[in-house]
């Protein structure tokens, strides 16, 4: 008996064990804690980290008066750590003289902030390991490594630590600057004897920049451009420029889209604007931004037939422009040589570069473009999202907004400002107002018209059509390319090598993966009956293979009809509906075994619209016109043109063995003269 007792003793200590083990390996990859003594110069500064711990673009701080003024936080990239209502935290009191000890706890799935020891925050949070990476750094002053102007604490720093488990209250309060403690810290900063060094040895590479001193056994940060960036390794700028080439993977997910253009990594296309675009030397050449190590960078692609992409080492980031690289276009210039212009963020400037060689790889150093007045004064303007465009001998320039502003020059070094862009008989009746966000611009001209390809923040894509005239822009006419969210969003367009208008934008707010697509290549055409003509590209017939079709097929009222040979969610589907007479008709694609349960593609009658997904957008069929839809399939991201007059977009979830397609047709009968189906190719099958 008592042997059996030993024994049952024995397995519960080694099942605890155990148990104890599986959870010290769990929290050793989420756990730690940050902390930091802190004198801030100012209670009114926003933005700043007293400590921030970094991989790429992941990163957790100890950031002051960011989301709320006056107040402390975790920050974390995209807030995705950070603790979204703040209304409970005391604002802080503290003059320029007094230390403050700041710790945040990560716990599990749980943040704790501590001030002085007392709880100051506590919230639920999925956290995440950044302490087993090779590659990591630790920030001072800057919320993060790439964080622009503005966004760095002002004061200084007594003491400063990493520790790998999470720190108890009482453990905070028995901390001492400068003292060593019972727990040993994963790095430590005591800032004494004139040195930045880590004394763990675990960052010895220390970057002291923008006015970051050591002085009386402080760090010391009195600008808004102060910071130290401590690292494991040399990182960029530290010697010469290393350049980092984006990648997919050996094996992608199995989410991730097949012939979408889409940012592989390093760093989130967040945001993933596509940016400068242009035909050069016999190829196209795409830009779109993404999170670099070093802030916000524009990604380079290449491609001979605007389908499949060959990335370029980035070479546009903030340690060879000097800010972070925000929306803008390309163009060229008189003289033959392609140029961009973008938003300098952190700079307060859009700014123009040039390029130094045929690959579009090397460039100028940035020019801010700073225009005049008649009184030779500064143009007072908002410095936002800008375009640029070559009209006769003169170059234009839009710097985007609510009411954007127009500027000129001859020679891209002296500009006029011309103040507002919009034509002060801007029509009532358009369906906008003037003061309408109009970001991500680019102006072109399309059949006879000039079309202004925009976003507003809050409603996605959307363009203008008027004439520019008198260096006024007078729309007469508006449409949206976006609709039910901002999904489809920051346009960007080029002039193919046989004239085609060509556009991309970004897909934003859907559940598709990663987080950087581009929609596929749109042509736009603006014929005489100056309706907008919205095709798909062209060239993606070349992806098609392994055609299937049914002819003949009719639907009656409130059924649906399974397609036999045609399944997949890497498909191209063309449906030819006949003039139709039911009120509701169209097909289920990405359906389980039962024709359930898909993303819907109908045509509205009595709503005059067409639906994708979760998305409505204007559309009506003339007097006895068929229905043409062309539905492009790509894993659980659906995309449809309608009669080349709308395009919609939408995606369901991603379930690898929902296959099937299914016509319907409510309120009807409805006659379906053809289906053709195509499997469609990866555009990444030989990288």
Not at 17 to 23: E, I, Q
Not at 216 to 241: E, F, H, N, Q, Y
Not at 438 to 444: E, G, T, V, Y
Request: aromatic share 10%.
């Amino acid at each position: 008996m008592q042997e059996m007792i030993m024994k049952k003793m024995m397995t519960g200590l080694l099942i605890a064990s155990a148990l104890l083990v599986l959870r010290s390996a769990v929290a050793a990859g989420t756990d730690k804690t940050l902390v930091s003594w802190v004198c801030l110069a100012n209670t009114t500064q926003q933005g700043g980290s007293a400590l921030t711990i970094q991989r790429d673009d992941q990163f957790d701080g100890i950031v002051f008066g960011e989301r709320a003024p006056g107040k402390w936080m975790a920050g974390s990239d995209f807030f995705r750590r950070t603790q979204n209502q703040q209304d409970a935290c005391a604002p802080e009191q503290a003059d320029a003289k007094t230390l403050v000890q700041m710790a945040v706890v990560y716990q599990g799935n749980q943040v704790i902030i501590y001030r002085n020891g007392e709880t100051y925050a506590s919230y639920e949070a999925s956290n995440i390991d950044l302490l087993s990476a090779q590659d990591n750094m630790a920030v001072f002053g800057l919320r993060h490594e790439g964080a622009g102007t503005g966004q760095t604490l002002q004061g200084s720093i007594e003491d400063a630590r990493i520790y790998d488990q999470a720190l108890t209250a009482a453990e905070t309060r028995r901390l001492e600057p400068n003292q060593e403690s019972e727990l040993k810290p994963y790095a430590w900063w005591p800032f004494e004897k004139g040195k930045e060094t880590d004394r763990m040895g675990r960052f010895p590479v220390n970057n002291l920049d923008g006015g970051a001193k050591i002085e009386d056994g402080r760090l010391v940060l009195p600008t808004a451009t102060a910071a130290l960036i401590a690292a494991a390794k040399k990182t960029v700028g530290d010697s010469a420029v290393e350049f980092e080439t984006p990648a997919l993977p050996a094996n992608p997910p199995n989410d991730w889209l097949t012939y979408h253009l889409l940012h592989p990594g390093p760093g989130g296309a967040m945001p993933g604007d596509p940016n400068c675009a242009f035909y050069w030397q016999g190829l196209y050449h795409l830009h779109y931004i993404y999170n670099h190590r070093k802030g916000f960078a524009f990604a380079h692609v290449s491609s001979k037939d605007l389908v499949h992409w060959t990335w370029h080492p980035t070479t546009l980031f903030p340690k060879t422009t000097g800010h972070g690289m925000f929306s803008g276009t390309g163009f060229i210039t008189k003289e033959g040589q392609p140029a961009i212009i973008y938003h300098g963020q952190g700079s307060g400037r859009n700014q123009l570069a040039f390029a130094l060689d045929d690959k579009l790889e090397q460039w100028t150093k940035p020019v801010p473009i700073i225009p005049k007045d008649a009184s030779g004064q500064e143009g007072k303007f908002n410095n936002w999202d800008p375009d640029c465009w070559l009209n006769g001998d003169t170059y234009y320039a839009i710097s985007g907004g609510g009411n954007p502003s127009l500027m000129k020059s001859s020679d891209l070094k002296d500009w006029k400002f011309l103040g507002p862009l919009l034509s002060d008989d801007y029509p009532a009746n358009i369906g906008l107002p003037k003061g309408e966000d109009i970001s991500c611009a680019n102006m072109f001209k399309l059949g006879n018209k000039w079309m202004l390809l925009c976003i507003s923040h809050g409603l996605g894509c959307r363009y203008y059509l008027g004439d520019f005239k008198d260096e006024k822009y007078l729309p007469d006419f508006q449409a949206m390319m976006s609709w039910n969210g901002n999904h489809y969003f920051a346009p960007e367009s080029v002039l193919t090598k046989d004239g085609r208008r060509v556009m991309w934008a970004w897909l934003l707010n859907l559940p598709v993966a990663p987080c950087g697509v581009q929609s596929l290549p749109r042509e736009l055409e603006l014929p005489a009956d100056g309706v907008l003509r919205i095709r798909p590209l062209r060239e993606l017939e070349g992806l098609r293979y392994d055609r299937q079709q049914e002819k003949g097929v009719a639907v009656k009222s409130d059924t649906m009809h399974r397609l036999k040979e045609i399944s997949g969610n890497a498909l191209e589907l063309e449906v030819v509906f006949k003039s139709p007479t039911a009120k509701e008709f169209g097909l289920d694609v990405l359906c389980d075994k039962n024709g359930e349960n898909g993303v819907r593609v109908a045509f509205l009658a009595d709503s005059k619209k067409l639906q994708v997904g979760t998305v409505q957008a204007p559309f009506d069929l003339k007097q006895g016109e068929d229905l043409t839809l062309r539905v492009f399939i790509d894993k659980n991201l659906v995309e449809v043109f309608a009669n080349e007059r709308q395009a919609a977009v939408s995606a369901g979830k991603y379930v690898p063995e929902n296959l099937a397609v299914t016509l319907f047709s409510k309120g009807g009968d409805a006659t379906v003269k053809q289906v053709k189906g195509w499997k469609m190719k990866s555009i990444y099958a030989d990288q």
